[in-house]
């Protein structure tokens, strides 16, 4: 077994002055004659800090690192004891002295104390932390002395701080070791000094995972010191000759705790991740006695495979767990990784006493790591199906994963004629959905198919569905193994009763389990499970603005989140499980993109690696104040399996899509845009355009969700833009629509002519094959980075504001252009006039704050049949008005019936719809008068 480098010397060692008053030097040669000269001592170590770690069974790096007492003795040049003098803790003068040239111990404490020591040639020794040995026989001679048997006290480390050292002339540290000299003493004024060291040392262990290769992970579970010696001597080298002279086990740092390996601590190569542990001096250590075993130059030619045939001596062991997911040799189990300690790496392994190894375990390319000896139980046993497990997938709907499958087979026994993969769970919800073990839980209910349907809706979601397969074409064999990739799909977005293969839920992942089968024939050889995630809905970021002045660069965080199902409450950063790639697929003539640690701006794929987090930085190249451009950003994360695309833009000119010259931002008050896309504008009655109602409204404590309001008073915008008051219920709305003069003008661009987009507007919109929608998280000017809560997220309400605003992102796949609407600080993009409540409380629906037709959550029957819209009333998106009501089909053209007309497009944020809203909003309001109203909605404008 190899070893670790031994990098620096413990440079704790006890620094011991023997003094008096003078430094005057010593006579070379001269007889010492008679009297006595007075001795001062100096110790410098840190105090003792709390030696616990929790439940671990290490000791802080500082644990043996004190002085309690000091014991002096020395001896004749023929070894015989002259004298010795004890001084307890209170007879010590102790301060602190920085050791600046130390790498291993900040500072250490300096004890001063006087003896008197007759004149004399003498060889003398200090020793610390052994109490009074004055009446121990073994330190009548120095050769007993200096093999005093110390026993390691393994209950409690710091009790191992034994130490010792002898005096020179020199206060240089490389004569704490080796043979001590003799010393003459012939006058009161002598300087003396005597470097003491521990009998103990200790390893510090950290582990360095950036070599490794992608899709490699290790779970980091213990470090133990093992072999440790029982005894050590006091002065001389000690060297264990059997294993009754050792400690099998000795101390331990716990990792992880647990049997459950994923709550470990997880290594990978990815920025961020790929570290762990430090060599500190207050770092977690492992300590242990001296074990001095010698050079063996030829270790690598013993067959002692745990140990390098060094039977005694002292080794490290790590236990972890080991995945590989690897296409090409995928494998997971325990692994122990075990070094031998001493001097070096290649032939010695003399681990000496007072000295820090700080050992590095560095994991190359499949963790096999030709410096240690590794033990891992993984061996394919044929008829054996590998695959890992578990895999991910997009949460948007209609997105491929390839599942890398090798059946390990034996040709001598049989061979594989076909693979079978079968869906046998499939979830529609998340784990703790209310209705999960209440609703039908069909398996064509769920996200996941064996075959791919490319339409965005089915008509019968029990027969368009692929729950089984059979795959009889590898894409390679050889003498052991076949090796398959079986595509799986998530399922087209409406599946009927509220069921979709997009991921509804930012806070919830969903599972799926396909059980793969081999087979010679019809007969079954082996099967294996794989897990399928579902990742959870990403929405932070979808879109970035900036102004056309403006070129600030803004850091792209992915940030998801668990804190509740439907409610993104605080926002994490997300680490890939495997490589991530970021890539611009539009507008590489002016979106520029770069790694966060690069200084280089490019067009070309930023790539992180396995377990970093999804982190890199964009910003647009140069100023653009003609009009505005577009951008799109790729993102491939989870072993590049799963997408997220970030829609980039910048300017505030119209955008012509389909032959309509769309505004970019809402409209504020009649005739007048808000001043960027994030803001929402202000809400409509239908046809009333001259009495906005201001959307900070909204976020006003007794004006929030399902609160009703209608004899509330509201600040409203007139038709100059002028403030003013009024109660919802004495705002009005007219059949018209909105054919007010004003309304028909862009004030602030030259009163240029426009309209409120009609419902054919809207409709140009509503291509599925041309238009993609994206549903997130939109920051303006105002922000640089990703942020993290949705207080700041979501809420967005005045320029200048660090803030984000949700809504729907329409890109335009012919232009690469796309538009957004926001759905509203709160979320809730409407205010309705009269909720369709079956309460008997007078006025309790009229003028609340709520996105979604149903007023209440449905009863258990109702959602046993739909429970993916179980409390669909709370769900966030928004109207937005038609510029004049559209009549529905077959509807007489002459008709005055208001349930005959639409009146404005619904974008439902929870569900990912985008479609015309058939639900009357007018209303006479017969309350207070005979006046009619309505809800109130958004406005959004087309040039004429």
């Excluded at 790729?634 to 695309?645: K, Q, Y």
Aim: negative net charge; hydrophobic residues 30%.
């Amino acid at each position: 077994m190899n070893r670790t480098i031994l990098y620096i010397f413990w440079a704790g060692m006890a620094l011991f002055g023997l003094s008096a008053c003078a430094d005057d030097p010593l006579a070379d040669g001269a007889s010492p004659g008679q009297g006595e000269s007075v001795v001062t001592f100096g110790a410098m170590f840190r105090p003792l800090r709390d030696a616990s770690l929790g439940k671990t069974r290490s000791a802080k790096g500082d644990a043996i690192g004190k002085i309690d007492d000091i014991f002096v003795v020395w001896y004749l040049e023929n070894g015989v004891m002259a004298g010795c003098r004890y001084f307890s803790g209170g007879e010590l003068t102790l301060t602190d002295v920085p050791r600046s040239e130390s790498k291993t111990e900040r500072e250490t404490k300096h004890a001063e104390f006087s003896c008197e020591v007759p004149f004399g040639r003498y060889r003398i020794y200090a020793v610390a932390n052994m109490g009074d040995l004055s009446d121990d026989e073994a330190i009548r001679s120095e050769k007993s002395f200096r093999a005093i048997p110390l026993k390691w006290i393994g209950e409690d480390v710091t009790k191992n701080c034994q130490m010792s050292g002898y005096f020179t002339e020199e206060p240089s540290t490389a004569y704490g070791k080796g043979k001590p000299q003799l010393v003459t003493i012939d006058r009161p004024s002598v300087s003396l000094h005597a470097w003491v060291r521990r009998a103990a040392s200790k390893v510090t262990v950290s582990f360095d995972a950036e070599n490794l290769n992608e899709n490699i992970f290790i779970y980091l579970k213990s470090a133990q010191i093992r072999d440790i010696p029982s005894h050590c001597s006091l002065v001389d080298d000690n060297t264990p000759v059997s294993a009754d002279e050792l400690i099998a086990e000795g101390d331990m740092i716990l990792y992880g705790k647990g049997a459950d390996y994923t709550e470990w601590p997880k290594l990978s190569c990815g920025r961020g991740v790929n570290t762990f542990g430090n060599h500190a001096e207050d770092a977690p250590s492992l300590f242990f006695y001296e074990n001095m075993q010698g050079q063996h130059p030829d270790k690598h030619l013993y067959q002692g495979p745990d140990k390098d045939n060094v039977l005694n001596g002292t080794f490290l062991e790590v236990k972890g767990y080991y995945i590989n997911r690897s296409v090409d040799n995928p494998s997971y189990g325990n692994i122990t990784y075990r070094c031998m300690l001493g001097r070096n790496m290649e032939d010695d392994f003399d681990a000496e006493r007072n000295t820090h190894y700080k050992l590095t375990l560095v994991f190359n390319k499949d963790a096999n790591n030709p410096d240690w000896h590794i033990d891992y139980d993984y061996v394919p046993q044929p008829p054996e199906i590998v695959v890992a497990s578990p895999m991910y997938i997009s949460y948007l709907s209609n997105q491929q994963l390839t599942i890398p499958l090798t059946v390990y087979y034996d040709k001598n026994i049989t061979e594989v004629t076909k693979v079978t993969a079968e869906i046998i769970g499939n979830d529609w919800g998340y784990y703790d959905h209310p209705y999960i073990d209440k609703a039908a839980n069909a398996l064509t209910d769920g996200f996941l198919s064996l075959g791919f349907i490319d339409k965005t809706s089915v008509g019968d979601r029990t027969k368009e569905y692929t729950g089984t397969q059979t795959y009889n074409s590898p894409v390679s064999v050889d003498d052991k193994r076949y090796r398959f990739d079986i595509p799986v799909y998530t399922r087209p977005m409406t599946l009927g009763s509220g069921f979709s293969g997009n991921n509804y839920y930012v806070g919830r992942r969903r599972y799926a389990q396909v059980r793969f089968t081999a087979w010679n024939g019809e007969t079954k050889l082996t099967e294996k499970v794989v897990e399928v995630i579902q990742s959870r809905r990403l929405v932070n970021p979808k879109g970035i603005w900036r102004k056309g002045s403006s070129t600030k660069p803004f850091r792209i965080t992915l940030k998801n989140s668990d804190s509740s199902p439907n409610v993104a409450h605080e926002f994490e950063a997300l680490p890939s499980d495997g490589p991530w790639t970021a890539r611009i697929l539009d507008g590489s003539d002016w979106v520029r993109i770069k790694d966060t640690e690069s200084a280089v701006w490019g067009t070309e794929p930023v790539t992180g690696g396995t377990g970093s987090n999804i982190e890199f930085d964009y910003k647009p190249d140069t100023e653009y104040r003609d009009g505005s451009r577009f951008g799109r950003i790729e993102i491939t994360f989870h072993n590049n399996t799963c997408t997220h695309v970030v829609l980039v833009s910048q300017g505030l000119g119209p955008v012509e899509i389909e032959g309509r010259k769309w505004h970019m931002t809402n409209v504020e008050y009649c005739g007048a845009d808000t001043d960027n896309p994030l803001l929402e504008g202000s809400m409509f009655k239908f046809g009333n355009s001259t009495d906005a109602i201001a959307s900070t409204n909204n976020l006003k404590d007794g004006y929030g969700f399902d609160i009703s309001c209608y004899d509330k008073t509201f600040d409203i915008y007139n038709a100059s833009g002028g403030k003013s008051s009024k109660t919802f219920k004495a705002i009005p709305a007219y059949r018209n629509g909105f054919t007010e003069a004003g309304m028909q003008q862009d004030i602030k661009n030259g009163n240029k002519a426009c309209h409120v987009a009609t419902a054919d507007d809207w409709k140009s919109l509503s291509n599925p094959t041309q238009f993609i929608r994206y549903y997130g998280i939109l920051y303006g000017d105002e922000c640089t980075h990703t942020l993290d809560a949705n207080t700041v997220t979501n809420t967005y309400t005045s320029v200048g504001q660090e803030r984000g605003m949700r809504g729907c992102f329409v890109y335009d796949t012919k232009t690469h252009k796309h538009l957004f609407f926001p759905i509203g600080n709160t979320g809730y993009g409407r205010r309705k006039h009269k909720d369709q409540t079956t309460t008997s409380t007078p006025l309790r629906g009229n003028g609340v704050l709520k996105y979604a037709n149903r007023a209440e959550e449905m009863d258990e029957g109702k959602a046993m049949t739909m429970p993916c819209f179980y409390d669909l009333y709370t769900s966030t998106g928004a109207l937005y008005y038609y510029g004049l009501r559209s009549l529905k089909a077959g509807k007489p053209s002459t008709s005055t019936n208001d349930n005959d007309f639409y009146y404005g497009f619904d974008i439902n944020y929870f569900t990912f719809g985008f479609e015309s809203y058939d639900t009357n909003i007018m209303s006479s309001d017969g309350n207070t008068s005979t006046k009619l109203s309505s809800d109130a909605a958004f406005l959004r404008r087309v040039d004429d």
